[in-house]
Nanobody
Framework: QVQLVESGGGLVQAGGSLRLSCSLSGTTFTGYLLGWFRQAPGKEREFVAAIRWSEGRTYYAESMEGRFTISRDNAKNTVYLQMNSLEPEDTAVYYC????????????????WGQGTQVTVSS
């Protein structure tokens, strides 16, 4: 059974940093794309960043590139999202997701999801 478990969310002041973790289990993720999405209240789920598990190539939403960094540790079966210079607009539930189809930016193409972790940025 594939499981993705996020952790690391919390409350942070504007300008601060957080590192989210996504622990993976249940399969080998060779060939998978691992993505981070977020969803704020009343808004659609939006793409944040993704990484190819095997070669480590990364992809970012334009508005987050430069502030957010996605990485993975193959030995620990974990994907990370380092978030710097956080803004109140970054407040959302952040989800880790996986797909082996090669799709990067579209949430509907990901078929494994974690339960989400809340990130709240105060002004």
């Amino acid at each position: 059974q594939v499981q993705l478990v996020e952790s690391g969310g919390g409350l942070v002041q504007a300008g601060g940093s957080l590192r989210l973790s996504c622990s993976l289990s249940g399969t080998t993720f060779t060939g998978y794309l691992l993505g981070w999405f977020r969803q704020a209240p009343g808004k659609e789920r939006e793409f944040v960043a993704a990484i190819r598990w095997s070669e480590g190539r990364t992809y970012y939403a334009e508005s987050m590139e430069g502030r957010f960094t996605i990485s993975r540790d193959n030995a620990k079966n974990t994907v990370y999202l380092q978030m710097n210079s956080l803004e109140p607009e970054d407040t959302a539930v952040y989800y880790c997701a996986a797909n082996s189809r090669g799709y990067i930016y579209t949430a509907i193409e990901y078929y494994y999801w974690g339960q989400g972790t809340q990130v709240t940025v105060s002004s």
